[in-house]
């Protein structure tokens, strides 16, 4: 899977969304709050082609937690980025 490139992360008041624009002629324009660690892993994941094993091996060597815990959180983040047609699959 991939970020979408056309996405880009902006800091408004201190809150780093994501604008989601409707489609055209219809106002369903949608912001996506990233916390501190969804903002890491876009940054690190932006650009490449990335699997779930990937983000729990990214959470567990950057915050040294362990792996059952990393593969729910990664599935997690994953989960939203995709409810949020946020990555390609």
């Known amino acids: 899977m991939k970020i ?3 996405l880009k ?3 408004v008041g201190g809150e780093n969304i ?3 624009q409707g489609t055209h002629g219809v106002d ?3 912001i996506v709050s990233l ?3 969804s903002l890491w892993l876009w940054n690190r994941f932006a ?6 094993e990937d ?3 990214a ?7 362990d792996s059952g815990l990393a593969e729910k959180d990664a599935k997690t983040w994953i989960d939203m980025m995709v409810q949020n047609r946020l990555i390609e699959q």
Not at 47 to 52: K, Q, V
Not at 59 to 65: A, C, P, S, W
Request: aromatic share 6%.
């Open 9 to 11: 992360v902006q800091n």
């Open 28 to 30: 369903t324009t949608k």
């Open 35 to 37: 916390n501190e660690t």
């Open 59 to 65: 959470l567990k060597d950057e915050f040294g937690i």
């Open 47 to 52: 650009d490449r082609d990335f699997t779930a």
């Open 18 to 20: 994501i604008l989601l």
């Open 4 to 6: 979408k490139n056309e």
């Open 55 to 57: 983000v729990a091996d």
